[in-house]
């Protein structure tokens, strides 16, 4: 009896596991999260959204100080060319505006950008359950979340999604 008990608690934790769930859709929180755009306005997450809707997005996010976001990124221009009907939306988490305008610069980083203006503690991030960057996100045309983790630009399942 005692290991049935102790399996059934097992059982309960894993379930209980933020780190077990992939969201298919984001919460009311992070679509009213808040990003700063190119021009310096706020801008809700869900607005985000809504300007690509119908379309495939990819989002990416990065700090221009973060040396595994740099060295990933050939391989994101590399997803951007083999997949020109997509927007790839860049959301940074630098640690101040004019960094993240110096590394877009610096690093030729072309697609849409926004600065994460509540950082990792925000409704964003933490509905991410954000702890590492580069991070990599799916959003499909119906607007699912097909990909909710990957760290590395050249995970297979990014790979497989975009075709």
């Given at each position: 009896?005692k290991?049935?008990?102790?399996?059934?608690?097992?059982?309960?934790?894993?379930?209980?596991?933020?780190?077990?769930?992939?969201?298919?859709?984001f919460?009311?929180?992070?679509?009213?999260?808040?990003?700063?755009?190119?021009?310096?306005?706020?801008v809700?997450?869900?607005?985000?959204?809504?300007?690509?809707?119908g379309?495939?997005?990819?989002?990416d996010?990065?700090?221009?100080?973060?040396?595994?976001?740099?060295?990933?990124?050939?391989?994101?221009?590399?997803?951007?060319?083999?997949?020109?009907?997509?927007?790839?939306?860049?959301?940074?988490?630098?640690?101040?505006?004019?960094?993240?305008?110096?590394?877009?610069e610096?690093?030729?980083?072309?697609?849409?950008?926004?600065?994460?203006?509540?950082?990792?503690?925000?409704?964003?991030?933490t509905?991410?359950?954000?702890?590492?960057?580069?991070?990599?996100?799916?959003?499909?045309?119906?607007g699912?979340?097909?990909l909710?983790?990957?760290?590395?630009?050249?995970?297979?399942?990014?790979?497989a999604?975009?075709?």
């Amino acid at each position: 009896m005692k290991k049935y008990v102790l399996l059934l608690v097992f059982m309960l934790s894993l379930t209980n596991c933020k780190a077990q769930v992939e969201a298919e859709k984001f919460s009311k929180e992070a679509l009213a999260d808040v990003f700063i755009d190119q021009e310096g306005s706020n801008v809700m997450f869900s607005d985000i959204l809504k300007k690509y809707e119908g379309k495939q997005i990819f989002i990416d996010i990065w700090a221009s100080w973060c040396k595994d976001c740099i060295k990933g990124m050939p391989k994101v221009k590399q997803l951007q060319n083999n997949n020109p009907d997509t927007v790839f939306l860049y959301l940074s988490l630098d640690k101040s505006l004019q960094s993240w305008k110096r590394g877009i610069e610096k690093h030729q980083v072309e697609g849409e950008h926004y600065y994460m203006k509540s950082g990792w503690k925000g409704e964003f991030a933490t509905f991410l359950d954000l702890d590492w960057i580069p991070r990599y996100l799916i959003i499909n045309k119906s607007g699912d979340i097909t990909l909710f983790r990957a760290i590395k630009a050249d995970d297979k399942n990014i790979k497989a999604i975009l075709k």
